[in-house]
């Protein structure tokens, strides 16, 4: 076997985390990365561990139909990185990239090319390859993002993958400070100015940088964007108290055979806590993504009210499980609040 390694990087899991400390969201428009510098860091801590230079890295990230976007493009060009997409379904969900993920790492093993695998991701569903390739004789090493309030002291990683690798190593708390930056902010002025969005009679299509490239008219016999009185039509999705039933002061893990579900129940004030975290990331989500919308988005996403895109309820439930962890987010009561607050917080910035 080659005496080299190889970097398997799940592109989803690393800037949820990386961005989400930078701007307090998942929401990708929230934040920029510089990926020359993340890319060159990752490669460093890679080394610095195992003193074997690499073979590739490959970048593994979701996009419409699996067609590279400008951003993955600048990635691919990069010296030594290969970019592999999967598909974004309709309901927002990635596609293929763990089944890419785990196939390519397996086969690197299987053909001896690599004798080091390093893992940056944090899916439990990757834990069959990792045991098939350590069965071929590769070791596996966990590439995360420090966390010293949690049991692995990593973030976001599933403890049946951490149980399954051979080592668990950070990269530096500095590398992802640098590279993370938050890109909008929310400030009164930019919520006067746009107060009036949704009675835009024509759309207004901005560049990535935010800089207005065109003005689009709607086209004859399209239809008009929703008036003012129309919208006042609209049943507001109003937030609805959270009834919390009586339960023991002390945490226990609860097991349920007849409903086939398990958790953890905890005591009235918990609760209170994890509906109160959910509005702030309901609110703060909706902030961000009003900072850099469309006015077209915006007439769109009214329009569809209560309901919301996939992609925006993935940000909230993302962002959610960044705070709560994912059990709690599975909770009706805490998903019901997030929507309610994105919804308020949106309401109060038009």
């Known amino acids: 076997m080659m005496s080299q390694s190889a970097i398997f990087v799940d592109a989803s899991f690393l800037l949820a985390i990386g961005g989400h400390r930078a701007s307090g969201t998942t929401l990708r428009a929230s934040f920029t990365v510089n990926y020359e510098s993340l890319i060159e860091g990752i490669l460093r801590t890679a080394k610095d561990f195992s003193g074997l230079e690499n073979l590739r890295i490959y970048w593994y990230d979701a996009a419409k139909d699996a067609i590279f976007t400008d951003q993955h493009k600048r990635i691919g060009l990069l010296p030594g990185v290969k970019v592999r997409l999967g598909r974004i379904s309709f309901n927002g969900e990635q596609k293929g990239v763990d089944l890419k993920l785990g196939l390519d790492l397996v086969g690197i093993a299987r053909n001896r090319a690599?004798?080091?695998?390093?893992?940056?991701?944090?899916?439990?569903?990757?834990?069959?390859?990792?045991?098939?390739?350590?069965?071929?004789?590769?070791?596996?090493?966990?590439?995360?993002?420090?966390?010293?309030?949690?049991?692995?002291?990593?973030?976001?990683?599933?403890?049946?993958?951490?149980?399954?690798?051979?080592?668990?190593i950070t990269?530096?708390?500095?590398?992802?400070?640098?590279?993370?930056?938050?890109?909008?902010?929310?400030?009164?002025?930019?919520?006067?100015?746009?107060?009036?969005?949704?009675?835009?009679?024509?759309?207004?299509?901005?560049?990535?940088?935010?800089?207005?490239?065109?003005?689009?008219?709607?086209?004859?016999?399209?239809?008009?964007?929703?008036?003012?009185?129309?919208l006042n039509q609209r049943p507001k999705f109003q937030a609805q108290a959270p009834v919390i039933a009586p339960a023991p002061a002390d945490y226990q893990l609860v097991y349920s055979s007849t409903q086939q579900t398990s958790g953890f129940a905890g005591g009235a004030g918990d609760d209170m806590n994890a509906m109160d975290v959910a509005v702030q990331v309901g609110s703060s989500v909706a902030k961000n993504w009003h900072a850099s919308t469309t006015q077209t988005e915006l007439q769109d996403l009214i329009a569809d009210r209560p309901l919301l895109p996939a992609e925006i309820d993935r940000v909230l439930l993302k962002d959610c499980a960044q705070r709560l962890g994912e059990w709690k987010t599975d909770l009706q009561d805490v998903r019901r609040a997030l929507r309610v607050a994105f919804w308020e917080q949106l309401d109060q910035l038009t």
Do not use: C, Y
């Open 114 to 168: 690599a004798s080091v695998a390093f893992l940056v991701s944090g899916d439990d569903d990757l834990a069959e390859a990792v045991e098939e390739a350590q069965d071929l004789g590769m070791k596996v090493v966990l590439i995360g993002v420090e966390k010293a309030d949690h049991r692995l002291g990593v973030a976001s990683v599933a403890e049946h993958l951490a149980l399954r690798v051979d080592s668990i």
């Open 171 to 230: 990269l530096p708390e500095e590398l992802i400070k640098s590279v993370f930056v938050k890109a909008v902010s929310w400030d009164a002025e930019h919520v006067s100015q746009t107060a009036n969005i949704a009675n835009a009679p024509v759309s207004v299509k901005e560049s990535e940088r935010g800089v207005v490239e065109a003005h689009l008219v709607p086209k004859p016999g399209a239809p008009k964007p929703p008036t003012p009185a129309l």
